[in-house]
């Protein structure tokens, strides 16, 4: 896939879908730079699998620990992975605001309030953000890049109203397109993957085995999406053989959502 030797910086990273990311990347030979926020045990453990996988490729990565939602902590993580590697050629924001993905459980409309939207927007954009305008003076000195943002198969069909959850994907993915209208002349690509339901995670863990087996008679391929599901279609975004896109949103949820 062309990764050998590329710098990835993974927001989010120590468990679930972030560490199977990290740990894709690591087996194609790329470094990898594992943001966390506290989980000190989980993030050792996944930078482990990371050099285990990537032993004969020449893969490599660490750990770095960092609040995504302090432009302050990302500016001080962004330098340390240059002066550590030399500069960061792809980024993949995975990180955001923990959320129970529970149907039963949700909190309706008429129970929200505007603080719950904006502790999920600061969670999805706001994060995305800091890294982003972290990263891109490095990306623009380089004229190249590419930006992946893991958003929600929600913000195409709202099979579940997680309201503020959804609206902040929903608002991720404007801001990757935005991005990426204006990144394009200078040779950033910016593109989205949208995942279903991910079992298991720590979000997904507490969901009804009832729930989620309507989901999957629901779903042409008949099963929920894997952490390493997602990895897949994050590489080829982040490799050059999607070179020519940019902007654009895949879905990875087995067929639910079609468009």
């Not at 002066?83 to 909190?107: K, L």
């Not at 991720?172 to 991910?198: D, H, K, M, Q, T």
Request: charged share 20%.
């Amino acid at each position: 896939m062309g990764l050998r030797g590329k710098v990835v910086l993974v927001t989010g990273g120590s468990r679930g879908i972030g560490a199977a990311i990290a740990l894709a990347f690591a087996r194609e030979g790329a470094t990898v730079a594992i943001n966390y926020l506290s989980n000190d045990e989980a993030a050792a453990s996944t930078v482990d699998a990371c050099l285990a996988a990537g032993k004969d490729s020449g893969g490599d990565a660490w750990a770095v620990k960092a609040d995504v939602g302090s432009p302050d902590a990302v500016q001080s993580m962004v330098d340390g992975i240059v002066r550590e590697a030399g500069g960061i050629d792809i980024v993949v924001n995975n990180a955001f605001r923990p959320y129970a993905f529970d149907p039963e459980r949700r909190s309706r409309f008429d129970d929200l309030q505007w603080a719950d939207y904006q502790a999920q927007f600061d969670g999805a954009v706001g994060a995305s953000f800091n890294v982003c305008r972290a990263v891109l003076p490095l990306m623009r000195q380089r004229a190249r890049g590419s930006i992946v943002n893991i958003v929600s198969n929600l913000v195409e069909q709202p099979v579940v109203a997680y309201h503020d959850y959804t609206t902040s994907k929903g608002a991720l993915l404007a801001f990757s397109r935005n991005l990426a209208s204006e990144l394009g002349p200078v040779g950033i690509r910016v593109n989205c993957v949208a995942p279903g339901l991910v079992y298991p995670t720590q979000g997904t863990q507490g969901s009804k085995e009832s729930f989620r087996e309507s989901l999957m008679a629901a779903t042409p391929l008949r099963r929920l999406a894997r952490p390493e599901d997602v990895a897949g279609p994050v590489l080829f975004l982040a490799s050059e053989l999607s070179g020519f896109m940019t902007g654009q949103l895949l879905l990875v949820d087995g067929g639910l959502v079609m468009r």
